[in-house]
């Protein structure tokens, strides 16, 4: 799954499934100058509710911007207008004959604190509908006392960030017609079968329910069998919910035109003909993805071709597959099935009838055969991903020139770059990674950029200027062509929402440009493998605070490393092997307290050892290989775990002199008693760490560093003295290497403890023969 389905993911969890507002908390200002008086309690009811919290407009993530945007909190409207009647301010709808409030329409108020059961919004018991989404009430439980609203009808919590249990006391409001408690936060809220049972029991009104992101792990699918036939709408993404799903039950409701379910991949169950459905069925937007659902194909088409508006069916198991049947499904606008293995050409004969199409993700698929030719096709928001290693596609086109998001990765797409693709100019999203497009970059006219992406390619020549104007690139990923030129040229100022500047593996040449350090977004930036020349500009080490990575292994850089890291940084990796940098490391790197791999080796340092990086919590990685690192390091640690999560301490080849550093190895926690179940790597999806490690004398190149690689290589001093026994305590090391130094005395017995070694070498020292003592 791409971005693209990412997005489809985030694009159904938001406009699809977010209710309407109720016409009469939405409306009261069209009512204003007939309102009638509210009831002075009830007025301080809602003042005290309100100044309970604070109004913090910043608490909006991407995703509350999303819905909220351009929205002002309804709340500080209440000041300024009518101060006595509560019933004219925004987002306040009272009874017109009783003056009682009945509708609160808060969401998107940016109100922050916590939600407290002796809140005095339990005092407006008239209340039918209560709209609190996108709000933070700081992980507060939903409280119990919401079941005296016996009246409500709409009750809407989505992205409030509450979590805990949903109380069971939900099932009270038997005359709710929307119930929405889905969380951005993933689990964290809960509910288990007893809850869900009474209110799916009791609840006879219910129109829509969405739980999506709510952890229903405990729960059995058996009780869905009890949803009111009054059901229109039900999602319950990513819920964990596991176990055999009654699907003809759900699928038989009568009203149901909603059904989502992606991303439960524990549910099984099947959706088969069982007795023949009305062919008016109203089911408009369904998606199994991510399921173990079994779907009979024909069946669905059958039923619901002349409804079906978005079909989720990918990764999961469709059977009777026939890519003729796609032509009947005239109302499609999002159609996803990637990753079901489909083979053959893309049903294009088919798919062009589908006129209303706007999405189509066919990624992870076996699809063979030419890109089409459909320039002409109709629609401005076609967007394609044949995402993936399994579809071989092969150049062809042109695509629809009002594309948006195109992903035509992993395929074998071959030739110059195809130049409709340059006059494709709503392009946002363009990865064309893992291809073999050979020749030059041209300048291009895309009108707003966000990712671009055309790594693992053969491309050549310098980087276009139209890059650089693309205020809006959030993602660069060049790595791994033959780009060449000076970077230093470019200005790089300009794009300020960069997040991603990926750049390794080319032949870039020249100094790098101060101007990356205006790049105040940027979290990756990698320049390792090119010919880059230069010293390392001081901006470097201190011009974004979200930094996470900064690579320039393997470029040709020289002078010291003059970065100054401030407080608070967020950088994990530093990795500037392979250069010919010199003097001394700097100390303010043990401000970097996320720091998780530091990599110095094959330069020129001249330095002691860096013993202050032994209070870096996070840190696994130490390579301070080839160097002229010197003196002793028999230091008595200062911090009460020094390198306690180390793995891997590389201080080979160097001038270190002295007793082994006993002091450390008594403390190196995370070599004692390493356990994984499964295989897993070190950094994060987005930018996993990669080393060259020596392992039996070669140099290999790691592009994932497996957790469980847990090594001491400190070959090639002066070490003296010897071996200490409690070499044995580092039960998990896989490899050891003390070869070269001037280690003297016995091999110690307590080697044998090291049952996971896998290379050892203690070659060229002064030791005696194996003694067991
Ligand atoms: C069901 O969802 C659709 C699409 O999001 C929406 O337009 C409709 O109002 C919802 N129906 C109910 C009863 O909430
Ligand atoms: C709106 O309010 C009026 C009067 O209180 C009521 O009759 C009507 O059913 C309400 N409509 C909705 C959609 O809540
Ligand atoms: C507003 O919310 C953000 C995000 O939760 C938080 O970092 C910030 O401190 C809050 N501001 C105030 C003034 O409380
Ligand atoms: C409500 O409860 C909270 C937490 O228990 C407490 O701090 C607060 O003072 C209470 N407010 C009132 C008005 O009782
Ligand atoms: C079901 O709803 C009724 C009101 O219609 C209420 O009296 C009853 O307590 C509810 N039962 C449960 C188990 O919530
Ligand atoms: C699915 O089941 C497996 C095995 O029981 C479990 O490890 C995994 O977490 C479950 N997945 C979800 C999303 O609950
Ligand atoms: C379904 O599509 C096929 C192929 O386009 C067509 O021959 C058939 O008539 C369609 N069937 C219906 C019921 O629309
Ligand atoms: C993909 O398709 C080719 C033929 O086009 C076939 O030989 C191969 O087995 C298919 N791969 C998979 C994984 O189904
Ligand atoms: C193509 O789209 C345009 C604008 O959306 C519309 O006016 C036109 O009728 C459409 N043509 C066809 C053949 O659907
Ligand atoms: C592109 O690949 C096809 C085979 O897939 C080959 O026939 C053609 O010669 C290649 N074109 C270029 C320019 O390499
Ligand atoms: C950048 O994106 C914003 C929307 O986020 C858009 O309004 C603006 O036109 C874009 N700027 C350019 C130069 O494309
Ligand atoms: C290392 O630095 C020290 C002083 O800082 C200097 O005396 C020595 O010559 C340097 N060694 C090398 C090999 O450059």
Known sequence: MGWFSLLSLLFFLLPFSSFQTSSNSSSSSIIHHLSPLCHPYERSALIQFKNSFSVNNTIASDYYDYECDGIDPPTVSWAKNDASNCCAWRGVTCDEKAGHVIGLDLSCASLQGAFHSNSTLFFLRNLQSLHLSQNDFGGSTIPSEIGKFTDLEHHILRDSNFSGNVPPEISYLSKLVTLDVSSNNFHKLKVDTFTLKRIVTNLTNLEALSMDLVDMSSVSPVVLMNLSSSLINLTLNSCSLGGN????YIFYLPKLEMLYLFGNENLTGSLFPKSNRNSSSPLKKFSLSETKLSIDFPYLIQNFKYSLEFLGLGSCKILGWNPTLLANLTQISVLDLYSNNFGGEIPWSSLMHLERLITLDLSDNNFTGQLPEISSYNSTQLSFSYD????SLTSGGPLPLELEFLELSDNLLNG????????????EYLDLRSNQFTGYIEEFQFHSLVALDLSNNKLHGSLPSSIFQQVNLTYLDLSSNSLSGDVGINNFSKLKRLEYLLMSKNQLSGEIPSSICNLVSLEYLDLSNNSLTGTVHPCLGNFSISLSVLNLHMNKLHGTIPLTFAKGNSLRNLNLNGNQLGGILPQSLVRCKKMEMLDVGNNKMNDTFPYWLESLPMLQVLILRSNRFHGSIEVSPKTALPFRKLQIMDLSDNEFSGNLPTKYFKNLLAMMDAHSDRLTYMGEDAYNESTIVVIKGF????????????????????FEGEIPKLIGKLKSLKGLNFSHNKLTGPIPSTLENLSNLEWLDLSSNELIRWTHT
């Open 416 to 427: 110059t770059i195809p130049g409709w693709l340059y006059s494709l100019k709503s392009l």
């Open 388 to 391: 993936n290693s399994s579809n």
């Open 245 to 248: 799903l009654p699907a003809d």
């Open 699 to 718: 140099f290999i190149e790691m592009e994932k560093i497996q957790t469980m690689f847990i090594t001491i290589d400190l070959s090639k001093n002066n």
